[in-house]
C-alpha cells in the first residue's frame, strides 16, 4: 500500500525525541509520518541515562520493558581524579524512590529501535532510509517536506505541523541558518568500545564513571550489556591534538595514560571495532518554532554530554512537543506563539544543566569544595545530574558563583513571532 501524502505533522528523525513525540502524537489520535534517514537497528553515541528518563518511559509506556532488558543497571556516578583516586559514588538512591534511583546503560541501536517500534505500534507511520531534504514553505509558514527515498525518487508530504527531531545535524537550524555554537563549550570528544575491561564490584558494576585529564579534559567509562565498555575522552581540540597528534586512536591510547584508573580499568580488556571523532559540539537554535514548526532534542539545542543528559532531554522535549502540538491542533491554530511556553520549559531545563557544565570546565570550581562547604548543596546538585532540571537552583548557583563563572542564560532560543519576522525582513 502507498503511503498518503497528507498527515496531520511530519516528525523528521527516529532517535528518542522522534519517536516519543510520534508515540504521543499517535496516541492523541493524530496521524503521524515519521521520515527517518537510517535503516533501524542503526548505531548511535548517547548511552547512559539519566534518572529522570523514568518519567517519559512510563508516559511511552516502555518502563517495565527497559525493567526486563538486558541493558545494565546504573545506580551511580562517580568521578575520579587523574591520579586514580575514585570520589564516593553518588548514588540515586540517596535521594530518590525505586523507580528513580537506578536507571540504566543503553545500546543505542537497540533503544532507538525499542522506542521507534513503540512509536510504530501505537500508529505512527515510519518511512526508513527517507531522508528529508528540504521544508516546504509559503509566506514564513511551514506545510510539509520533500524527502529522498535511497532509491532516489523524491516525495513530498504536507501537514499543518512539522517538528524537526533530526539530532545533532539539526536540519531545520541548519537550513534557516539559526544554528548558533557555544564557542565556550567547543570540546572534541574519541571514543571507542573495550570488550572485557574491568567492572567494579557488585551495584557499583553499572556506574557512570568521570576520569578527569589535566586541563578538564575527562574519559566517560560506561559498562553495557555482552561485556562491552563504552569509553571515551573529551576535551579542548588544542590539547588533544598537542605536539601534532590527529589520529583518533592515537589521541585516544596517549590519554589513556594520563589517568591511572582508566589505565587500570582498560588494562585486561580487548579495544574492538573503530575508534570515532566528533568535534562539532554545544550549539542551540535561534529559534524553537516558527508558523508549522517545532523543534526538540538536539536539533533544538545540543550540551555538551559530560552529565548525560541528552536523552533525557530529547524523550522529555519529544513528549512535551507532542502535547504542544495536540494542543495546537484543538485550537486549530499552529502560529509560533502556541510554543512560548514549550519553549520556556525546554530553555530552563537547557539553562539550569548549562550551568553545571559550565561550572565543570572552571579550573577553579570542584564539587567536593562545593559540598564541603555547603553541605545543603549536595541535595540540589544531585537533583540537577538526575535530570529534576526545571526547577528553582538559584540557592546552587549563587554558591557556585563564589568560585566559577555561572552564564546567563542564551538569549535566543524562543519562537520566530511574525512580528519578529516582518521586522527582521524590513
Ligand atoms: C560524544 C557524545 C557522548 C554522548 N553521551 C551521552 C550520554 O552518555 N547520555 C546521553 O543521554 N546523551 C549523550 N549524548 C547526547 C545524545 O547522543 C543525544 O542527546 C541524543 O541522541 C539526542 O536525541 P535526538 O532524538 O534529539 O537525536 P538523535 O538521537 O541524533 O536522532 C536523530 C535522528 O534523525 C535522523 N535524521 C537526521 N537528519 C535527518 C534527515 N534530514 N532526514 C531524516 N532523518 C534524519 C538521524 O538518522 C537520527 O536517527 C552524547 C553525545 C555525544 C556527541
Not at 2 to 23: L, N
Not at 224 to 249: C, D, F
Not at 410 to 421: E, K, M, Q, V
Request: hydrophobic fraction near 40%.
Amino acid at each position: 500500500m502507498s503511503t498518503p501524502s497528507k498527515f496531520d505533522t511530519i516528525v523528521i528523525g527516529a532517535g528518542p525525541a522522534g519517536s516519543a513525540a510520534s508515540a504521543i502524537l499517535a496516541e492523541h489520535g493524530l496521524r503521524v509520518l515519521v521520515l527517518e534517514r537510517e535503516k533501524f537497528p542503526r548505531y548511535h553515541i548517547g548511552e547512559s541515562l539519566l534518572p529522570f528518563t523514568c518519567f517519559p518511559l512510563k508516559r511511552l509506556g516502555l518502563f517495565e520493558k527497559m525493567r526486563h532488558s538486558a541493558f545494565v543497571k546504573k545506580y551511580s556516578v562517580q568521578f575520579v581524579s587523574p591520579s586514580g583516586k575514585a570520589s564516593q559514588p553518588f548514588y540515586f538512591s540517596t535521594r530518590y524512590e525505586t523507580d528513580v534511583a537506578q536507571t540504566w546503560q543503553v545500546l543505542r541501536s537497540e533503544f532507538d529501535q525499542l522506542l521507534m517500534e513503540n512509536a510504530r505500534t501505537k500508529g505512527a507511520t515510519i518511512l526508513e532510509e527517507t531522508t528529508v531534504q528540504e521544508l516546504i514553505q509559503e509566506d514564513g509558514r511551514t506545510l510539509g517536506v520533500r524527502a529522498r527515498k535511497k532509491s532516489g525518487e523524491l516525495i513530498e508530504f504536507r501537514a499543518p505541523m512539522t517538528l524537526d527531531c533530526s539530532g545533532r545535524e539539526a536540519f531545520v537550524p541548519t537550513r534557516l541558518n539559526w544554528r548558533i555554537r557555544e564557542p565556550k563549550l567547543n570540546k572534541v570528544a574519541v571514543w571507542t568500545y573495550y570488550r572485557g575491561a574491568l567492572r567494579d564490584a557488585g551495584v557499583d558494576g553499572g556506574a557512570t564513571t568521570v576520569a578527569y585529564v589535566p586541563e578538564k579534559g575527562w574519559f566517560w567509562y560506561i559498562p553495557q550489556h555482552n561485556e562491552m565498555i563504552s569509553v571515551g575522552v573529551v576535551a579542548e581540540g588544542k590539547y588533544l591534538t598537542r605536539e601534532g597528534v590527529r589520529e583518533p586512536k592515537e589521541i585516544f591510547i596517549r590519554e589513556i595514560g594520563q589517568n591511572q584508573w582508566i589505565k587500570d580499568h582498560l588494562a585486561g580488556g580487548t579495544q574492538v571495532g573503530s575508534y570515532h571523532l566528533t568535534s562539532e559540539y554545544s550549539f542551540r537554535s535561534r529559534y524553537s518554532a516558527s508558523e508549522g514548526l517545532l523543534l526538540a532534542g538536539d536539533s533544538f539545542g545540543f550540551l555538551d554530554p559530560v552529565f548525560s543528559s541528552g536523552v533525557m532531554l530529547a524523550l522529555k522535549s519529544g513528549t512535551m512537543a507532542a502535547d504542544a502540538i495536540q494542543a495546537a491542533f484543538e485550537a486549530q491554530d499552529f502560529s509560533a506563539e502556541r510554543f512560548t511556553e514549550y519553549s520556556r520549559v525546554l530553555r530552563e531545563g537547557l539553562e539550569n544543566m548549562r550551568k553545571l557544565v559550565y561550572a565543570f570546565y572552571d579550573p577553579n570550581f570542584s564539587f567536593r569544595k562545593l559540598t564541603n562547604k555547603y553541605p545543603e548543596m549536595a541535595g540540589p546538585i544531585t537533583d540537577c545530574l538526575s535530570g529534576d532540571v526545571n526547577k528553582d537552583f538559584s540557592a546552587l548557583y549563587a554558591a557556585v558563583a563564589e568560585s566559577a563563572e555561572v552564564p546567563e542564560p542564551l538569549s535566543y532560543g524562543f519562537p520566530l513571532l511574525r512580528n519578529t519576522a516582518e521586522a527582521s525582513c524590513a
